[in-house]
């Protein structure tokens, strides 16, 4: 499973799936948050969901000197933070700029794909599901 | 609240001497939440009476609440400053990307003093003031370029708010707007000519972190309690479908929509610029304030073809609601519905307050119908009811201040009635231009009686349309349901809550959101604080030069037939006399 964004020109830059990201965690605010909303050039022009594409081949973790990211199944990666130096290179690697900045444990933040934030997405925006490769795989 | 709740922080700036620094403020914000609350202390204590509103020491308050960034719908900042517009409180609320960008900056409030030089705007990163150069974008024709440029120029995507003016602001016209996110509007009472006054072009804030909560369990709880009514309730659902223009074809069918100039209460071209026709014809967006699932921001997408070329055409993306359809449109008589998005496109690039501008032009056309107002005043222009170009020009003409008529209507109609007569049918409250609300006694008294002169302060006109259309009700008692109203929504905009959920946020929902925040409260200790921070406002209004004995009533409140009518002057009189005397003297 992963997060996928169905319809992005859905979407009215609420942010709601930002704070429910953090709110997982148990803290209000932001600032731990693996999806972001940004206007593509004013908001009146739309606007675009930045968040992890699950690869199923990721550049960040080619790139990760202490192997801290470890391929998930279903795509993407996730975060060992023992292992994790906070080098930054993973988020140079990213090239949809999907790897946010955890300033207080100065940690990159990725998204796990657990769909939290698409629960809350008032306009159908987001969705967890399957890849389609799963679903073709399934019904083999 | 939580120890250590970076609310608490107050950001001072002073342009003059390019200096900043954060005081904690856990005094204010302990008690008052944030908001109005902290907002109404801050301006108290920074703009002794008397001081010039466009001094240079004359402060601008930007304050945010403790539910920002907790809750849904906690959306709002409100702003403080001397209203050069009325002379007194001037207060204005916004929402847009701004609470939730201060609050996610590490500060609480914002206290910016002193005035720049050279035109400069300000951006706060995480809390800290950095001093930059806009030289290049003063006297720019339209503040959504200039917006764009410093989005061009700051970082922080999608974790930022750009508060900024247009010329209106630099041109210190005194209901010239402060834009934020291009379509939010601290609208009201003049904030853009503070900005002006200071050389200041805008205020950038940006910030991410996260925020504490007393129970994460609780919190995690209430939170869903408080999102799921918000997207289950049918006002909501209102706002998003057509937004606050849905009202104007039922407002127009009770004989209160204000038309011609208050001619009229009913529109014979409503239909045409309804909320029905402007969605299914030219939505082309809908957004929303950071934290809020309703997205009542209706934005149309106006294609318009060149006179020049054929083929060539141009699309303008036009922020619409009810109170600029009914001061831009059936105020002045305009029934062409692309016509009156086009003079909104005007008002909002110029940075005019849209409710203020239409006004003044209603009354400048009745003024030139009754020859108070001569083409010689105006420079030639003709202003006619139901003729957009006139008024394209006009808003031109009030930011341009071309001459001394028009310098005169940038400072209101009560200015302009002064010098030219037609006091009668200058609609103006409290010397603030009127909503749009023809409803009757509650509406009117509601704009003189409410702090900012604002049918937010209390919602008049509501109670006008739910409960005096069975009967006028004793001068006394309406006042005091309006006082009622209004002391309630102290808190709704300390903690700062957007009014529209305000049918979410009961006094008792209220209590448990602030205990998410760390703040302990009984009922009977909330309403305490909501007269307070009540008072402290009239306190504020009162030493600057407010009188409820100064108030004047437009007899054209009482000529056109309203939702409500019947009832006269002396009624109006009594109800304020009995305000003043609650209102003017301390709490007993």
């Known amino acids: ?140 | 609240m939580l120890p250590n709740d970076p609310l608490a922080n107050v950001l001072y700036v002073d342009l003059t001497k390019k200096r900043s620094w954060v005081e904690r403020r856990e005094d204010l914000f302990g008690k008052y939440f944030g908001g109005a609350g902290v907002a109404i202390q801050l301006l108290t204590e920074n703009c002794p009476a008397g001081m010039e509103p466009l001094a240079p020491e004359a402060p601008i308050v930007l304050a945010t609440g403790p539910l920002e960034g907790l809750f849904p719908l906690g959306s709002k900042t409100v702003a403080m400053f001397k209203s050069p517009h009325t002379g007194n409180l001037g207060e204005s609320h916004a929402g847009g990307r701004s609470a939730v960008a201060i609050r996610m900056s590490g500060i609480g409030a914002i206290v910016i003093t002193g005035a720049n030089t050279n035109p400069g705007y300000l951006s706060i990163e995480e809390g800290k003031a950095y001093f930059r150069d806009a030289t290049t974008l003063w006297g720019m024709s339209s503040s959504v370029t200039a917006g764009r440029i410093i989005r061009q120029n700051e970082s922080s995507a999608g974790l930022r708010s750009i508060m900024r003016i247009g010329r209106a602001g630099e041109n210190l016209v005194t209901y010239a707007d402060v834009s934020t996110e291009t379509y939010r509007h601290f609208g009201r009472l003049g904030m853009g000519a503070v900005f002006g006054s200071k050389k200041l072009k805008a205020v950038v804030v940006s910030g991410n972190r996260t925020l504490e909560v007393a129970d994460k369990v609780a919190y995690r709880a209430l939170y869903d309690e408080i999102n799921t009514a918000a997207v289950s309730s049918p006002v909501m659902k209102k706002y998003h479908d057509l937004g606050t223009a849905e009202n104007i074809q039922p407002l127009s069918a009770l004989g209160g929509l204000p038309t011609r100039n208050v001619q009229a209460g009913c529109f014979e071209s409503a239909e045409a610029i309804s909320g029905e026709h402007y969605a299914e014809h030219y939505l082309g967006r809908r957004l929303a304030c950071s934290h809020c699932p309703v997205a009542c921001i209706h934005i149309a997408a106006l294609r318009e073809p060149y006179q020049d070329e054929a083929y060539y055409y141009k699309t303008t993306m036009i922020s619409y609601d009810y109170e600029p359809i009914y001061a831009l449109g059936s105020m002045l008589g305009l029934s062409n519905p692309e016509q009156v998005l086009s003079l909104m496109n005007e008002v909002e690039t110029l940075g005019l307050d849209a409710m203020s501008a239409g006004v003044c032009l209603a009354w400048a056309t009745e003024a030139m119908e009754k020859g108070l107002v001569t083409e010689q005043d105006t420079g030639g222009l003709k202003l006619e009811f139901g003729k957009a170009d006139g008024y394209v020009a006009g808003v031109e003409a009030i930011t341009s201040r071309s001459n001394e008529f028009w310098k005169i209507l940038g400072r209101g109609v009560d200015a302009a009635a002064a010098r030219y007569g037609g006091a009668d049918f200058a609609m103006a409250f409290g010397g603030n231009e009127m909503p749009g609300y023809h409803t009757g006694p509650a509406g009117y008294l509601g704009f003189m009686l409410g702090a900012r002169h604002s049918h937010l302060d209390n919602a008049g006109y509501a109670i006008d349309q739910k409960e005096l259309t069975k009967g006028l009700i004793p001068a006394e008692q309406l006042a005091q349901k309006l006082m009622d109203e209004e002391r309630w929504r102290q808190v709704l905009s300390s903690l700062t809550v957007c009014f529209f959920a305000r049918g979410i946020y009961t006094p008792e929902l209220t209590l448990r959101a602030l205990a998410a925040a760390g703040y302990n409260l009984t009922a009977e200790q909330l309403a305490e604080t909501a007269d307070d921070i009540y008072r402290a406002k009239f306190a504020f209004k009162l030493a600057n030069g407010f009188g409820f004995d100064k108030l004047t009533i437009p007899q054209r409140v009482f000529e056109t037939p309203a939702v409500v009518s019947g009832f006269d002057e002396a009624y109006m009189r009594r109800a304020i006399a009995f305000a003043a005397g609650q209102l003017a003297s301390p709490r007993a």
């Open chain 1, 1 to 140: 499973m992963r997060l996928s964004v169905i319809d992005a020109e859905r979407c009215t830059g609420c942010q709601i799936c930002m704070f429910a990201c953090t709110r997982r965690l148990g803290y209000a605010g932001m600032g731990k948050t693996a999806i972001h909303i940004k206007s593509v050039g004013g908001m009146e022009h739309g606007l675009s969901v930045v968040v992890c594409r699950a690869c199923e081949d990721p550049p960040c973790a080619k790139v990760c000197p202490e192997d801290a990211l470890v391929l998930r199944k279903g795509g993407g990666v996730l975060l060992d933070p023992s292992k994790c130096t906070g080098c930054g290179l993973c988020r140079q690697a990213c090239i949809v700029s999907a790897i946010f900045w955890d300033k207080e444990a100065e940690k990159p933040i990725i998204c796990v794909h657990c769909g939290y934030c698409a629960k809350y997405c008032p306009h159908g925006v987001l969705a967890l599901e399957e890849r389609r490769e799963e679903v073709s795989n399934a019904a083999k």
